[in-house]
């Protein structure tokens, strides 16, 4: 999850390091530092907390140097200080890690004995002290071959070295590395997005490779240290992408954003003039298809439960979930005749991309729903529909859930109609509906008031509930994700018909409970389980599509959301709880864009 930045070039870097670091905030927050190479000298400058601390050390304290290697920290092994900040570097070399090494502990022991000593907590430094010793006997990148071998784990490495000075190596296993080229210089990063204000030109390293980037040539080579030659990819250049406008935050201008990407969305997918759906070349015939199996993590996961009852209400195929940790370790029987969907915003996290690998192993069709085109899981994939929301900066997944959902209804309702599920009418119908979304979404915003209020109810709480059936469901549980981790307030997202089943136990006086409850063929079931929160106490927050109003004294508030097809509405009703979880963070002064102890591309397992 850590961000990691190599620059080699014919002019001062430390600047440009600075800046790419910044755009890696979001994978790691909690200390930051840089290493550049001057005269044949390492100067290493490192912080605790942000990127802003690192910058204003080096304001203090410029680090010359024309090539130079950065990192943003997630902390895995050590806490969050300035001795375990990145880059970790020796007499010889400077090295910045994401992933994480298993056998730290092992190759420690044998460094130690050797005479080595450590300074930090890290696993990191492991890799720092193997490469000083190859260097003994070999020239850098066989030196780093040799501790490649040695090593155990997933990761992304940049490497400079202090009798090298026009060289940095880069090498990945398990955690995604890029590279870019520009006419004077040339940069390795954690992500695309890192290099993009430099170059749109992109190389990606795979699983086992390695390269060497001077300013002037980059080379890469296979896991047998062989060279080989890499496809150079254009990426796209999005509008807007690091630009707050007028917002307060990231995640504020994302949750706003959501009418017009998923108006993008839309039109990417839809075909006006064919009154159809722009979904081709499925891997597996789609009548023959026997089973889909979606897997995600965390919000992604929550798309992909939306996306069951709509295959199972819109279609004939029979429909697992799976989250992507539990996924990989299970016993699985794989069938050719399934299709296995992989839905991830950021395309790298690591247990979806092993899931999908899994997959590849076994030799199944796979499809992505992924917002970024060039990533891991992309580009391994056998099929992939984007979900084109653009850049999502803040930590808290909004835009990109309701991307992920508008891509899985569209394919399912494609589906619905080349397997012959459904009728040309009621197809045209839902086609027609789905173009409504975007100005009920807009109209869905006008709730933000009222939501400002609401959030004021949830300062004094000890914890929250959110309920919904059915599609709700899942909305629930995105709602109770999103409030916990922006807001840092308890919350429990339940099937509210499964309350009586224990949960119920949690109610007490003044307990805040949002009730989301569709005027769908669930909405009386709903509002029995309501009854039975308000009798135990349960303070209701209730979001519903339902003109026709509720009765009672424990309604604190009730949410109208614009009425709309009872298919989409899982979309419309996820709004005013981003903006509810938004609206409590930002009372609490919370950090809305960087949630503690998270970050935005799980890289890690
Ligand atoms: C929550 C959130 C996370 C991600 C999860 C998967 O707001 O953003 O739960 O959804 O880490 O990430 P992606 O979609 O990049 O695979």
Known sequence: ?????????????????????????????????????????????????????????????PSEGNIGIGHVRWATHGV??????????SEKVSVVHNGIIEN?????????IKGFKFKSQTDTEVITLLVTQ????????????????????SFALGIIFKNFSDIIVGARRGSPLAVGYSNEENYLGSDSYALKSMTNKISYLDDGELCMLTKSDIAFYDVNLKKINKKIYTVSDDENISDKGDYKNFMSKEIFEQASTIKKCLNEYTDSIKKDINIYNFPIEPKQINKIILIGCGTAYHSCLVAKYWLEELTTIDVEIDIASEFRYRNIKFNPKNLYIFVSQSGETADTAAALDICKKNKVKTCSIVNVVESTIARSSDWVLPIHAGPEIGVASTKAFLGQLIVLYILSLKLSKVRGDIDKNKYDEYLRNLHKLPESIK??????????????????????????????????????????????????????????????????????????????????????????????????????????RLLSTNIRYRLRVPRIDNLLSPLLLTI???????????????????????????TVE
């Open 443 to 548: 109209n869905t915003f006008k709730l933000e008031n009222e939501i400002q209020l609401m959030a004021k109810e949830f300062l004094d709480a000890n914890g929250s509930m959110f309920l919904g059936r059915g599609s709700s469901f899942p909305i629930a549980l995105e709602g109770a994700l999103k409030l916990k981790e922006l807001s840092y307030l308890h919350a429990e997202g339940y099937p509210a018909g499964e309350m009586k089943h224990g949960p119920l136990a949690l109610i007490e006086e003044g307990l805040p409970v949002i009730v989301i409850a569709p005027k769908d063929k669930y909405y009386e079931k709903t509002l029995s389980n309501t009854q039975e929160v308000i009798a135990r106490g349960g303070k209701i927050f209730f979001i519903t599509d339902n003109k026709k």
């Open 1 to 61: 999850m850590c961000g990691i930045i190599g620059i080699a070039s014919n002019k001062p870097v430390s600047i440009n390091i600075i800046n790419s670091l910044k755009k890696l905030e979001y994978r790691g927050y909690d200390s930051a530092g840089l290493a550049t190479l001057n005269n044949s000298q390492i100067n290493e400058k490192k912080c605790s907390g942000r990127v802003d601390e690192l910058e204003k050390i080096l304001f203090k304290n």
């Open 134 to 153: 190859f260097l003994e006997k070999s020239e850098p990148l066989e030196a780093v071959f040799k501790t490649l071998r040695k090593l155990k784990g």
């Open 576 to 602: 005013p709880l981003q903006l509810l979880a938004y609206h409590v963070a930002l009372l609490k002064d919370c950090d809305i864009d960087k949630p503690r102890n998270l970050a935005k591309s799980v």
């Open 80 to 89: 969050p200080n300035i001795i375990n900040a990145h880059p970790h570097s």
């Open 104 to 112: 730290s502990d092992e190759l420690k022991k044998d460094l130690e």
